[in-house]
Each structure stands twice: as C-alpha cells, then as structure tokens.
C-alpha cells in the first residue's frame, strides 16, 4: 500500500470535484434550457430517461472492460470523452443549430461516459486507500458529490441567465480537463488478474462478476435489501418539488430549498463518516438508514399544509442518512469483493439500481393523481422502515460488518 495515499486521494478528488460539479452545472443548464424551450414535462422526463438508461443498458458490459483495462486510463480517458461531447454541442450552439434532440444525445453519450468512469473510480479506491480506511473515504467522496449537487444547480442556473448555453458547455470541458490532469500525478495499481483472463470473454467475465456476489450471501441479501429501497425511494425523490408546491402550498424558492437542505444533509452525512473512524457494525447502520430514511417520508406526508419548515427539516435527515448509507455501502463492497472484481459488481449493481429510477419516473403522474402525493410519501415511507427492520433479521448480511467491527477493535488493542 502506498504510504502517501492521503496525497493522493488529494490529488484525485481535487480533480473529480471539478468534474463533478461542471456535470452538476451541466445537467441542471440542460434541464433548464429544455423547460425554457419546451416547457414540457414530457421532454424533462424523456431527458431524464436519456441520462440514465444507456448507463443501465451497458453497465454489465462496462464492467468487464474496467476489470480489464487499466483504471487510471480508462477514467482519463471518459472523462475525455464527456469533455469532447461537451465541446461539440458548445461549437452547435456557437452556431446556432442545436435541436432538443441533440441535448438528448449529449446526455445518452455522458452516461456511457459515466458507465466507464464510476466503477473505474469506485473499483480504484481499495488499491490506492487501506481496508480500515475505506469507511472514511467513501464519507469523504460523498461529502465533495453532495457539495457539487448543492453548487452545480445554483451555478448552473447563473450561468444560463448571464451567459450563452456554448459557455456552460465549455465549463464543462474545462472542468473535465482538470479531473484527468490531476490523475497523471497520481498512480493507480492495477490489480492482479487470473491466467484464464488471458483468453478474455465477455460473458464469462460478465458471469464470474455476477459469481463474485452471488458467491457470498451477505452481499446477495444487501444487494436485494438495496434494490427494494430504491425502488420506492426513487418516484418518492421525483415528487419531491410537487410535494413542496401543491401539498404546502409553497413558491418556487421553497422548492430549490428542499433540493438545498438535502444537499446539506448528504454533506453532514459524508462529512460525519469521513472525520471519525467508526467501531460499529455497518451494515447494521445501512439497516438504520432504512429506517431513518423512511421515518422521514412517513412523517412528512402526515405533515399537515402549514408543515413546511418540519418538512425541510425532516429532509435535511433524510439527506444525512442517505449519504450514510451509500458511504457505507460502497466501503462494504470495497471491503468484501476482490479487487480484481470490483468493476463488474459496481457495475452489475449500477444497472439494476437504476431500473428503479426509470420506473419511478414513468409511474410518477400515476402516482400523484390516483394515490395522492402525501400518501405516497406515506406509503413507500412505511415499506422502506419495513424493509430496515427485516434487513436486522438477516444474519448473513449483518455478519459483513461484525468482522470488519471485530477487526477493527483488535487493532486498536
């Protein structure tokens, strides 16, 4: 292990902060050029789809190729690639000929460039980062994401209001220009890989990925626990701003505050993982956040109108406890999933989560006008605290993070 790796996680997110918040400042001036131009939900809805489902489509095939490849290069180079369709749509709107369909190609294209790019991050930390360490950086991670989700929407739209679309686009390059210099200043391991790979196949590759999970019964179990949450978590999150404008009666100010006090809670979230070094039993905390989580939904859609300020409050916990869990859980599958297997299971798990936030968006207007917007905060928050309590029950899943606690407390005596 590399003794100065705190340098270079540094390095690395000094970089991925600029890319992560030019993405953020991207994505937000698209959706807002498209409701200026549009001013359709079913383009904001087609859009959203875009950026999502090639990343789900190709992320099992992604995967092996980052196992394969070498990951420093592989995240340089889709970074690059984003960079490159990002400068093209800039020279389209230099020119005045962008169609709404080429925004939709600009997201399908960066989320084949994130396909590449997150697992060959996630897959890179437990060869730069030590196993007790891992915890801390995945707080750290999600503390400069939630940072950038809170900067990229404001500074997107004060771009959008002052500049022309072709200059965010190049921010956008810019911001990517900087993510792949710092990692040349960097070194990142490759992991030992099997003889056999030396004949590859994709599909053999794709299945020892899936083996790699479904060869531990833990995982197995966190996976599916994770999926189901998702799958309710997500059409609650895409009715988030409707919640804010037609259940409390609030402006359009209330609604980018919703969207900020989430933020701040992930940052709190990440932040308190990332300073202190846990001696506790993880996922037994991921069980928690479950509960948290939904104790948050549940109690916001009893909320009566006046409710507001609980409402935000209730939402700043919420963005706390999901920063906790996704920390905790990708420092679980860092932890407990060989190196040389990490791109694949990322991306085998990217895939499948992101089903569920495709169909929570078809189902979102089936949701608001036939359940009502307050009963389905009700309804998905009672089935995501069912879904913690049951996890608490499942011995092989908890048994993931006795050991690591175990470990941990031997260490320290």
């Given at each position: 292990?590399?003794?100065?790796?705190?340098?270079?996680?540094?390095?690395?997110?000094t970089g991925q902060f600029f890319s992560y918040l030019s993405s953020s400042v991207?994505?937000?001036?698209?959706?807002?050029?498209?409701?200026?131009?549009?001013?359709?939900?079913?383009?904001?809805?087609?859009?959203?789809?875009?950026?999502?489902?090639?990343?789900?489509?190709?992320?099992?095939?992604?995967?092996?190729?980052?196992?394969?490849?070498?990951?420093?290069?592989?995240?340089?180079?889709?970074?690059?690639?984003?960079?490159?369709?990002?400068?093209?749509?800039?020279?389209?709107?230099?020119?005045?000929?962008?169609?709404?369909?080429?925004?939709?190609?600009?997201?399908?294209?960066?989320?084949?460039?994130?396909?590449?790019?997150?697992?060959?991050?996630?897959?890179?930390?437990?060869?730069?980062?030590?196993?007790?360490?891992?915890?801390?950086?995945?707080?750290?991670?999600?503390?400069?994401?939630?940072?950038?989700?809170?900067?990229?929407?404001?500074?997107?739209?004060?771009?959008?209001?002052?500049?022309?679309?072709?200059?965010?686009?190049?921010?956008?390059?810019?911001?990517?220009?900087?993510?792949?210099?710092?990692?040349?200043?960097?070194?990142?391991?490759?992991?030992?890989?099997?003889?056999?790979?030396?004949?590859?196949?994709?599909?053999?590759?794709?299945?020892?990925?899936?083996?790699?999970?479904?060869?531990?019964?833990?995982?197995?179990?966190?996976?599916?626990?994770?999926?189901?949450?998702?799958?309710?978590?997500?059409?609650?999150?895409?009715?988030?701003?409707?919640?804010?404008?037609?259940?409390?009666?609030?402006?359009?100010?209330?609604?980018?505050?919703?969207?900020?006090?989430?933020?701040?809670?992930?940052?709190?979230?990440?932040?308190?993982?990332?300073?202190?070094?846990?001696?506790?039993?993880?996922?037994?905390?991921?069980?928690?956040?479950?509960?948290?989580?939904?104790?948050?939904?549940?109690?916001?859609?009893?909320?009566?109108?006046?409710?507001?300020?609980?409402?935000?409050?209730?939402?700043?916990?919420?963005?706390?406890?999901?920063?906790?869990?996704?920390?905790?859980?990708?420092?679980?599958?860092?932890?407990?999933?060989?190196?040389?297997?990490?791109?694949?299971?990322?991306?085998?798990?990217?895939?499948?989560?992101?089903?569920?936030?495709?169909?929570?968006?078809?189902?979102?207007?089936?949701?608001?006008?036939?359940?009502?917007?307050?009963?389905?905060?009700?309804?998905?928050?009672?089935?995501?605290?069912?879904v913690g309590i049951a996890a608490m029950f499942v011995k092989d899943m908890n048994?993931?993070?006795?050991?690591?606690?175990?470990?941990?407390?031997?260490?320290?005596?």
């Amino acid at each position: 292990m590399n003794k100065n790796w705190k340098k270079d996680f540094a390095i690395i997110w000094t970089g991925q902060f600029f890319s992560y918040l030019s993405s953020s400042v991207v994505s937000f001036a698209s959706i807002l050029w498209l409701s200026f131009e549009t001013k359709s939900a079913e383009v904001l809805a087609l859009a959203a789809i875009f950026s999502m489902l090639p990343q789900a489509l190709i992320g099992p095939f992604t995967g092996v190729l980052v196992d394969r490849w070498n990951r420093k290069k592989t995240m340089i180079f889709s970074d690059g690639f984003i960079a490159l369709c990002s400068l093209i749509l800039a020279i389209l709107f230099f020119t005045g000929k962008v169609e709404v369909y080429f925004i939709y190609i600009l997201l399908a294209l960066r989320s084949v460039g994130a396909a590449f790019h997150g697992p060959s991050m996630q897959a890179s930390v437990p060869l730069l980062a030590p196993e007790e360490e891992l915890t801390r950086v995945s707080g750290i991670n999600q503390m400069i994401l939630s940072v950038s989700s809170i900067a990229g929407p404001a500074l997107g739209a004060l771009m959008i209001t002052y500049f022309d679309m072709a200059y965010v686009m190049l921010f956008d390059v810019v911001g990517a220009a900087i993510a792949c210099v710092s990692l040349l200043f960097v070194i990142i391991p490759n992991p030992e890989r099997k003889a056999k790979i030396e004949n590859p196949h994709v599909f053999r590759e794709m299945k020892e990925g899936f083996n790699a999970i479904y060869g531990n019964k833990g995982v197995v179990w966190l996976f599916v626990f994770s999926i189901i949450v998702m799958l309710f978590l997500m059409p609650v999150a895409v009715l988030f701003p409707l919640m804010t404008l037609e259940h409390f009666k609030g402006t359009a100010f209330q609604m980018s505050l919703i969207e900020v006090v989430w933020g701040v809670g992930m940052v709190l979230g990440g932040g308190i993982l990332g300073l202190k070094k846990l001696k506790v039993n993880e996922v037994i905390l991921i069980n928690f956040t479950y509960i948290f989580l939904g104790l948050t939904f549940f109690l916001s859609g009893v909320l009566p109108s006046n409710g507001f300020i609980w409402f935000a409050v209730l939402t700043t916990i919420g963005g706390v406890s999901g920063a906790v869990y996704h920390s905790l859980f990708t420092a679980t599958i860092q932890k407990k999933i060989a190196p040389e297997a990490l791109g694949r299971v990322f991306s085998l798990y990217g895939s499948v989560a992101v089903l569920p936030s495709l169909i929570g968006l078809t189902a979102t207007g089936l949701i608001a006008d036939h359940i009502g917007l307050n009963f389905a905060f009700i309804i998905s928050g009672l089935i995501i605290i069912a879904v913690g309590i049951a996890a608490m029950f499942v011995k092989d899943m908890n048994s993931l993070g006795k050991v690591e606690t175990e470990i941990l407390n031997e260490a320290e005596k």
